[in-house]
């Protein structure tokens, strides 16, 4: 009788994953794509270019949501992952700093959820700004100090709270999805030809510079057809971008602060990763793009960004110095969809009956 095979066999995302999570000796960076610096990458062949919709989404709306026009954004696609679109930092210069102050201040919130819920009662979750803001701001550069709540915080989840537990969503489990984070990604959206994507859940990630994101497919939302929107901001990250099985090695590409994923089509279900934060070059605590102040025009009364008043401004930079923020955007139902109401019901009238 054959030997049994010692263990699981190492699939080929592992083992790029572990490849780009090494600390000892640091993984060479040179093969992940940039789409930054197009012109010095060998997987720059595989880059195509992506159309968007430039007339869906006008100037006006761009600019109210603190977005260059849809006229000047890049989009790239890439060969073999159909529906996969990259559109390098589309935001206008000083306006990430209102979705870091959001996903720092705001967001955390109740009757938003976050890691810290599982482990504390919730007058110790309540405030996670306040109780963190003095220590951020007399944070040294020392390594040994504790880490503040907000150091800690690994995910917030709002709209439909993701259950991490059962890996899915539920009717009753549920709070407001952000209005200004609905109006961001639904002109993402949009631009991406998604014109009747509607933001339903929202998962943030919060990654210190030792933090990675394991191997998985987002596939607990009930709709498939509508795709999943990334925003980063802060470090930059490796991110691993697989195909339908796990045997697919993936391709490696940057995240920089500002850039935008869209998963959408075949590219919906793909597996993928981020196996290592990459801080900024040395020197720089803050990626450039943060660096602009806001421009000081006239306030536009139905801007959706908030100017960042400088106080706070100096707790998000504290934070970023170390971190990197992503907010990962899905539509969980499809039209007139309802959840199953008890196992084994099935998903409610999804996909409608033929001629409907
Ligand atoms: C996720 C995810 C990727 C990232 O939240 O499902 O894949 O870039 N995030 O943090
Ligand atoms: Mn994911």
């Given at each position: ?27 060479d960076l ?25 007339s ?6 761009a ?22 679109i990259?559109?390098p ?34 007058e ?8 963190s ?33 059962s ?18 990604s ?16 929202g ?5 210190q ?77 803050l ?32 934070y ?14 499809g ?14 009238p ?7």
């Open positions: 009788m054959a030997a049994p095979a010692v263990g699981p066999v190492e699939d080929a995302f592992r083992r790029l994953f572990k490849f780009y999570k090494r600390r000892q000796p640091p993984p040179s093969g992940v794509l940039d789409f930054n610096r197009l012109g010095l990458n060998a997987s720059a062949a595989k880059v195509l270019d992506a159309k968007l919709s430039i869906s989404v006008s100037d006006q709306d600019l109210r949501a603190g977005l260059q026009p849809v006229g000047k954004w890049k989009a790239y696609g890439l060969q073999g992952y159909p529906g996969f990259f559109i930092n589309p935001f206008l210069p000083g306006c990430q700093r209102h979705w870091v102050r959001q996903c720092l201040k705001v967001y955390p919130q109740k009757p938003n959820v976050c890691n810290l819920d599982m482990h504390m009662v919730s110790e979750t309540a405030d996670l700004w306040g109780k803001r003095a220590q951020l701001r007399c944070k040294g550069s020392g390594k040994r100090e504790p880490r503040s709540l907000l150091e800690k915080l690994r995910w917030v989840t709002v709209g439909y709270h993701y259950n991490w537990d890996k899915s969503y539920s009717s009753d489990h549920r709070s407001l999805f952000p209005t200004d984070l609905a109006v961001l639904q002109h993402v959206a949009v631009a991406c030809g998604f014109s009747h994507f509607k933001p339903e859940a998962i943030l990630n919060y990654y510079l030792d933090s990675s994101l394991g191997i998985h497919v987002d596939e607990a939302e009930l709709d498939h057809s509508q795709p999943l929107l990334s925003f980063s901001f802060g470090h930059s990250s490796v991110f691993l971008l697989g195909g339908l099985k796990r045997e697919e090695a993936p391709t490696p590409l940057f995240m920089h602060s500002g850039d935008v994923l869209v998963m959408s089509g075949v590219s919906r279900l793909l597996y993928h990763a981020v196996p290592r934060i990459v801080p900024c070059p040395e020197g720089a605590a990626p450039w793009c943060l660096s602009p102040t806001p421009p000081e025009d006239p306030p536009d009364t139905l801007s959706i960004i908030q100017p960042c008043p400088e106080e706070d401004w100096e707790v998000c930079a504290v970023l110095q170390g971190s990197r923020i992503n907010m990962t955007i899905r539509q969980v139902l039209p007139a969809q309802l959840f199953p109401t008890e196992p084994g019901q099935g998903a409610g999804w996909p409608p009956p033929a001629g409907v």
